[in-house]
Protein backbone atom coordinates (compact mmCIF):
# COMPACT_ATOMS: atom_id res chain seq x y z
CA UNK A 1 0.00 0.00 0.00
CA UNK A 2 2.65 2.14 0.70
CA UNK A 3 4.50 2.22 -2.54
CA UNK A 4 1.17 2.56 -3.96
CA UNK A 5 0.67 5.68 -2.13
CA UNK A 6 4.15 6.81 -2.49
CA UNK A 7 4.63 6.85 1.15
CA UNK A 8 6.19 5.32 4.08
CA UNK A 9 4.16 1.92 6.03
CA UNK A 10 4.31 4.38 8.58
CA UNK A 11 2.55 6.70 7.35
CA UNK A 12 -0.03 4.20 5.97
CA UNK A 13 -0.43 3.36 9.67
CA UNK A 14 -1.27 6.71 11.23
CA UNK A 15 -3.94 7.24 7.86
CA UNK A 16 -5.37 3.71 9.26
CA UNK A 17 -5.62 4.71 12.78
CA UNK A 18 -6.61 8.12 12.09
CA UNK A 19 -9.59 6.72 9.98
CA UNK A 20 -10.49 4.20 12.59
CA UNK A 21 -10.78 6.97 15.41
CA UNK A 22 -12.91 9.05 12.69
CA UNK A 23 -15.40 6.26 11.43
CA UNK A 24 -15.50 4.07 13.48
CA UNK A 25 -17.11 4.96 16.90
CA UNK A 26 -16.42 3.38 20.01
CA UNK A 27 -19.56 3.31 22.98
CA UNK A 28 -19.04 5.75 25.37
CA UNK A 29 -17.34 4.11 29.03
CA UNK A 30 -20.07 2.96 31.43
CA UNK A 31 -19.58 0.10 33.63
CA UNK A 32 -18.00 -3.44 32.56
CA UNK A 33 -17.50 -6.23 34.77
CA UNK A 34 -14.74 -8.54 32.90
CA UNK A 35 -12.79 -6.79 30.03
CA UNK A 36 -10.94 -9.69 27.82
CA UNK A 37 -7.46 -8.40 26.38
CA UNK A 38 -5.72 -9.47 23.22
CA UNK A 39 -4.33 -7.98 20.56
CA UNK A 40 -3.93 -9.40 17.04
CA UNK A 41 -1.91 -8.29 13.97
CA UNK A 42 -2.09 -7.64 10.07
CA UNK A 43 0.13 -7.48 7.47
CA UNK A 44 0.69 -3.91 5.69
CA UNK A 45 1.40 -5.52 1.98
CA UNK A 46 4.56 -7.85 3.16
CA UNK A 47 4.87 -10.38 6.01
CA UNK A 48 7.54 -8.39 7.87
CA UNK A 49 5.41 -5.19 8.33
CA UNK A 50 2.93 -5.80 10.88
CA UNK A 51 0.20 -3.61 12.28
CA UNK A 52 -0.93 -4.50 15.69
CA UNK A 53 -4.54 -4.03 16.90
CA UNK A 54 -4.64 -4.21 20.74
CA UNK A 55 -7.97 -4.77 21.73
CA UNK A 56 -10.67 -4.63 24.81
CA UNK A 57 -13.98 -6.53 24.82
CA UNK A 58 -16.68 -6.10 26.74
CA UNK A 59 -18.03 -10.14 27.90
CA UNK A 60 -21.24 -8.93 29.24
CA UNK A 61 -22.35 -6.92 26.17
CA UNK A 62 -19.98 -8.79 23.39
CA UNK A 63 -19.03 -5.84 22.19
CA UNK A 64 -15.74 -3.99 21.31
CA UNK A 65 -15.25 -1.01 23.79
CA UNK A 66 -12.22 0.31 22.81
CA UNK A 67 -9.02 -0.71 20.42
CA UNK A 68 -5.49 0.45 19.87
CA UNK A 69 -3.01 0.73 16.57
CA UNK A 70 0.28 0.22 16.71
CA UNK A 71 3.28 -2.07 18.00
CA UNK A 72 3.27 -4.78 20.09
CA UNK A 73 4.87 -2.96 23.01
CA UNK A 74 4.02 -1.61 26.63
CA UNK A 75 3.63 1.92 25.05
CA UNK A 76 0.99 1.23 22.87
CA UNK A 77 -0.77 -1.38 25.64
CA UNK A 78 -0.23 1.34 27.87
CA UNK A 79 -2.36 4.27 25.65
CA UNK A 80 -5.34 1.40 25.57
CA UNK A 81 -4.93 0.95 29.90
CA UNK A 82 -5.34 4.57 30.52
CA UNK A 83 -8.25 5.08 28.18
CA UNK A 84 -10.17 2.13 29.80
CA UNK A 85 -9.92 3.89 32.90
CA UNK A 86 -13.26 5.61 32.18
CA UNK A 87 -14.77 2.39 32.55
CA UNK A 88 -16.07 0.85 35.36
CA UNK A 89 -13.52 -2.63 35.27
CA UNK A 90 -13.60 -5.29 37.84
CA UNK A 91 -11.72 -7.63 35.88
CA UNK A 92 -9.23 -7.88 33.52
CA UNK A 93 -8.83 -11.24 31.49
CA UNK A 94 -5.75 -11.80 29.34
CA UNK A 95 -3.30 -14.59 27.88
CA UNK A 96 -0.19 -14.74 28.98
CA UNK A 97 1.43 -12.03 27.01
CA UNK A 98 4.42 -10.23 28.94
CA UNK A 99 3.50 -6.87 29.39
CA UNK A 100 -0.29 -7.46 30.78
CA UNK A 101 1.23 -7.96 34.46
CA UNK A 102 3.69 -5.37 34.12
CA UNK A 103 0.61 -2.39 33.73
CA UNK A 104 -2.47 -4.81 35.50
CA UNK A 105 -3.43 -4.90 38.86
CA UNK A 106 -2.76 -8.10 40.80
CA UNK A 107 -6.07 -9.04 42.09
CA UNK A 108 -7.87 -7.26 39.24
CA UNK A 109 -5.88 -9.02 36.44
CA UNK A 110 -6.61 -13.18 35.85
CA UNK A 111 -4.40 -14.53 33.17
CA UNK A 112 -5.14 -17.36 31.43
CA UNK A 113 -5.98 -18.25 27.36
CA UNK A 114 -9.39 -19.80 29.00
CA UNK A 115 -10.74 -16.57 29.90
CA UNK A 116 -10.25 -14.62 26.51
CA UNK A 117 -12.11 -17.02 24.58
CA UNK A 118 -14.96 -14.57 23.70
CA UNK A 119 -12.01 -12.04 22.05
CA UNK A 120 -10.00 -14.80 20.47
CA UNK A 121 -13.26 -15.37 18.36
CA UNK A 122 -13.70 -11.87 17.60
CA UNK A 123 -10.18 -11.97 16.61
CA UNK A 124 -11.04 -15.05 14.09
CA UNK A 125 -13.83 -13.23 13.10
CA UNK A 126 -12.34 -10.45 11.83
CA UNK A 127 -9.19 -11.94 10.01
CA UNK A 128 -11.36 -13.99 7.96
CA UNK A 129 -14.26 -11.82 7.15
CA UNK A 130 -14.76 -10.96 3.48
CA UNK A 131 -14.53 -7.28 2.21
CA UNK A 132 -18.14 -5.79 1.76
CA UNK A 133 -19.23 -5.87 -1.60
CA UNK A 134 -20.81 -2.97 -3.29
CA UNK A 135 -18.89 -0.32 -2.28
CA UNK A 136 -19.70 -0.99 1.08
CA UNK A 137 -17.59 0.27 4.11
CA UNK A 138 -16.79 -1.25 6.97
CA UNK A 139 -17.58 0.87 10.07
CA UNK A 140 -16.73 -1.18 13.10
CA UNK A 141 -14.21 -4.45 14.19
Not at 23 to 52: S, Y
Not at 74 to 91: A, D, M, N, P, Y
Request: proline fraction near 3%.
Amino acid sequence: MADLLGTTAQSVLRWVCRYVDRFCTKPLPGEAVVIELDEMWHFLQRRDNKVWIWKAYDRMTGRLVDWECGARDERTFRRLFERLGRWKVCLFCSDNYVFYPLVLTVGGHYQGKGETVSLERNNGQQRHSKPLQNNKRRTSF
